[in-house]
């Protein structure tokens, strides 16, 4: 299979945490409470205990590790537009978009309340671009009936270059599926990608599955492993039904093939 691309974009999204930006780890010490360790950090206990997989505000345990959301949330006021609020927040206007689901022609109101960047999280947005030569190789073997995938594979293929993970060729409406539990920090189109649901799951670990012609989901969804994320679509360029499906740990991509199945 050799695949050539148009340019290729994708904004990679975390709850409020990009690709690139380094985690903000907590660790809980004596008399610390959930909603305490929030207000620290001014993101939200809800927030908080969802990125965390805390199902029970009360049973915090000394030592635990948590991930600190990189988003607050922001109200805008009279006269504010999407690009002085990016700017006070130190975020791209895309990115401040691509975080909120806003469309191009999106009007803001006072009153609006908008995720951004949380002071001192690092975080920004790397726009990763493949240009149209740019093929996609079968560098290692191809599919290990073993494993389990977002759709019947019939065919794997590695990519190379900027943009490291697999394609996999599948039948036209079928059902994607998450591998892991997680929460949906990004559903929508990307440009070259189709519809893609990024899942981001405790541990650091970011999912992507892009190539749907429907999403099922949609930002801030809880899924767990086997939830249909969409439906597979028709690659512009290819003509074929293929998902592009990248994971990263923290900033590092990972093999897909070895990544966590749960």
Same mark, same amino acid.
């Given at each position: 299979?050799?695949?050539?691309?148009?340019?290729?974009?994708?904004? /990679?999204? /975390?709850?409020?945490?990009?690709?690139?930006?380094?985690? @903000?780890?907590?660790?809980?010490?004596?008399?610390? @409470?959930? *909603?305490?360790?929030?207000?620290?950090?001014?993101?939200?206990?809800?927030?908080?205990?969802?990125? !965390?997989?805390?199902?029970?505000?009360?049973? /915090?345990?000394?030592?635990?590790?948590?991930?600190?959301?990189?988003?607050?949330?922001?109200?805008? $006021?009279?006269? +504010? @537009? %999407?690009?002085?609020?990016?700017?006070?927040? +130190? =975020?791209? %206007?895309?990115?401040?978009?691509?975080? !909120?689901?806003?469309?191009?022609? *999106?009007?803001?109101?006072?009153?609006?309340?908008?995720?951004?960047?949380?002071?001192?999280?690092?975080?920004?947005?790397?726009?990763?671009?493949?240009?149209?030569?740019? &093929?996609?190789? !079968?560098?290692?073997?191809?599919?290990? $009936?073993?494993?389990?995938?977002?759709?019947?594979?019939?065919?794997?293929?590695? =990519?190379?270059?900027?943009? #490291?993970?697999?394609?996999?060729?599948?039948?036209?409406?079928?059902?994607?599926?998450?591998? $892991?539990?997680?929460?949906?920090?990004?559903?929508? &189109? *990307?440009?070259?990608?189709?519809?893609?649901?990024?899942?981001?799951? $405790?541990?650091? *670990?970011? #999912?992507? #599955?892009?190539?749907? +012609?429907?999403?099922?989901?949609?930002?801030?969804?809880?899924?767990?492993?086997?939830?249909? %994320?969409?439906?597979?679509?028709?690659?512009?360029?290819?003509?074929? &039904?293929?998902?592009?499906?990248?994971?990263?740990?923290?900033? @590092?991509?990972?093999?897909?093939?070895?990544? &966590?199945?749960?």
């Amino acid at each position: 299979m050799n695949v050539r691309y148009g340019v290729l974009c994708l904004v /990679l999204v /975390l709850w409020g945490v990009m690709v690139d930006a380094e985690e @903000t780890v907590h660790i809980v010490q004596r008399g610390e @409470t959930i *909603y305490s360790i929030a207000r620290s950090y001014s993101v939200k206990s809800e927030d908080l205990m969802r990125l !965390n997989g805390i199902t029970d505000a009360q049973k /915090l345990q000394i030592g635990r590790r948590l991930t600190i959301p990189s988003y607050i949330e922001y109200r805008v $006021t009279r006269g +504010e @537009t %999407l690009y002085s609020i990016a700017r006070q927040h +130190e =975020m791209t %206007l895309q990115a401040l978009r691509t975080i !909120n689901n806003l469309t191009q022609n *999106y009007i803001l109101k006072e009153g609006d309340v908008l995720r951004v960047s949380r002071p001192g999280s690092g975080a920004k947005v790397e726009l990763v671009e493949r240009p149209r030569s740019a &093929p996609v190789q !079968n560098t290692e073997k191809q599919r290990d $009936t073993s494993l389990r995938w977002p759709v019947a594979a019939q065919e794997v293929v590695y =990519m190379t270059g900027k943009l #490291y993970g697999v394609v996999l060729k599948g039948e036209k409406s079928e059902a994607v599926k998450s591998l $892991t539990p997680g929460t949906i920090v990004s559903a929508g &189109p *990307y440009r070259g990608f189709g519809r893609v649901a990024i899942v981001q799951v $405790t541990g650091g *670990y970011l #999912y992507v #599955y892009g190539g749907c +012609e429907s999403l099922s989901v949609k930002t801030g969804d809880r899924v767990v492993s086997g939830t249909e %994320l969409g439906r597979l679509g028709i690659d512009a360029v290819s003509k074929k &039904p293929q998902l592009f499906f990248l994971v990263y740990h923290g900033a @590092t991509p990972i093999d897909p093939a070895k990544a &966590p199945r749960t």
